[in-house]
């Protein structure tokens, strides 16, 4: 699902508000963050070089991650995918292109892939695109999916993301989706988050978005890759997610760190599997 992994973006909330904490110290440790032009243009800089690589490696024999790994390391990759599970990399800002610090923000680069066996290529692309019902496919995360607009191979579509963990944390999202068919087993698309915005007492007469870009923070950007090969009796589905979020205040980075890189590796697991799960469950029925 297009934007699924900004799901873990809320842990790291949802741990802070979990230490014992008063609220004023709260307030004060972890006040309301704007979005800054500086950080636009790293952020825009670093996807600018996702994209070259992307491009890159589709031209290449190196079609999925998974591909650039030595010989052994790559055939016991896909031997675990065969045997159902996921694999999961996340992205250094030294293997990627931008390299360089982002002002004011933290940037999240991901990459997840899953084999769905006995699935057809046409099938993962009908789940992809039936964002109607995504609300299903990957809830409890998404909890409104609709297709504002639809053109041939390009979507527009309204996605509203909730997690409830102490804190509910609730975001409207537009995300622009295209798709390429690259040959009768290759397909991928791209999609861009062009509007993000915090929903304020969701759910209620007084329901209101903040101003995006300013705001806690919880998710600025969203940039998502996905690819799809059938081959091997199934299809195998590589999605990666680059996202900017607020930096985090210094005096407690040390509890927020370890979560940069436990939450997304879960939240994308769940990504995976929950694609895997709604594609075999619409060939059982």
Request: aromatic share 10%; net charge neutral.
């Amino acid at each position: 699902m297009q934007g699924l992994a900004g799901r873990w973006l809320w842990g790291w909330v949802i741990l802070l508000l979990g230490v014992p904490l008063g609220a004023s110290c709260l307030a004060a440790a972890y006040p309301a963050s704007s979005l800054q032009p500086a950080t636009v243009r790293a952020f825009e800089n670093y996807v600018a070089g996702t994209e070259a690589r992307s491009g890159k490696s589709m031209a290449q024999a190196d079609f999925f991650w998974v591909d650039e790994l030595t010989k052994q390391k790559k055939e016991e990759a896909y031997e675990r995918l065969k045997s159902g599970k996921v694999e999961l990399r996340h992205v250094s800002r030294e293997e990627a292109a931008g390299k360089s610090a982002i002002p004011g923000g933290i940037i999240h680069d991901w990459q997840g892939m899953v084999f769905i066996p006995g699935a057809k290529l046409d099938e993962v692309l009908n789940l992809l695109q039936d964002y109607d019902h995504h609300a299903t496919f990957y809830a409890p995360d998404v909890e409104r999916s609709k297709i504002e607009a639809h053109d041939g191979d390009h979507f527009r579509v309204f996605m509203r993301f909730r997690r409830k963990k102490i804190l509910t944390v609730v975001l409207n999202t537009e995300q622009e989706i295209t798709y390429y068919r690259d040959s009768p087993t290759r397909a991928h698309s791209r999609s861009s988050a062009i509007r993000i915005a915090e929903v304020q007492n969701a759910g209620t007469p007084q329901e209101k978005e903040k101003t995006p870009g300013d705001d806690n923070g919880f998710m600025w950007r969203l940039e998502t890759w996905w690819r799809l090969e059938e081959r091997d009796g199934g299809v195998y589905v590589q999605n990666e997610v680059v996202s900017l979020t607020r930096d985090i205040p210094a005096v407690l980075a040390w509890m927020i760190e370890p979560f940069l890189t436990s939450i997304p590796r879960e939240s994308l697991e769940f990504t995976m599997e929950a694609t895997r799960r709604g594609v075999l469950g619409q060939k059982g029925r």
